[in-house]
Nanobody, 114 residues
Framework: QMQLTESGGGLVPVGGSLRLSCTAFGITSSVTGIGWYRQAPGKSREQVAVIVDGRPNYRDSVRGRFTVSRDSAKNAWYLQMNNLNVDDTAVYYC?????????WGPGTQVTVTS
């Protein structure tokens, strides 16, 4: 069983930066990919950035501003978010994929103020 927990969310002005962290607890040896998703009020959850087979991939609206990284030794992964804008306001979730199912954290709120 695996549990994920996010940290690093908060309130930030337009143009600011935040670094989200996700830590995995439990059996992590079967993880095949990790990622970050977000859900804004009234909207569907959307993929933000993922690492699969060691390759990062970003949604168009965050490419060049966000960086996803993984530290396998620490069972952790991160989302560095720069030049934030109000459209980035959402609850951010980390996820891990295994052959046995997907695992999700409870989410962390990111609010960008104008």
């Amino acid at each position: 069983q695996m549990q994920l927990t996010e940290s690093g969310g908060g309130l930030v002005p337009v143009g600011g930066s935040l670094r989200l962290s996700c830590t995995a607890f439990g059996i992590t040896s079967s993880v095949t990919g990790i990622g970050w998703y977000r859900q804004a009020p009234g909207k569907s959850r959307e993929q933000v950035a993922v690492i699969v087979d060691g390759r990062p991939n970003y949604r168009d609206s965050v490419r060049g501003r966000f960086t996803v990284s993984r530290d396998s030794a620490k069972n952790a992964w991160y989302l560095q978010m720069n030049n934030l804008n109000v459209d980035d306001t959402a609850v951010y979730y980390c996820t891990a994929w295994t052959p046995y199912g997907d695992h999700w954290g409870p989410g962390t709120q990111v609010t960008v103020t104008s």
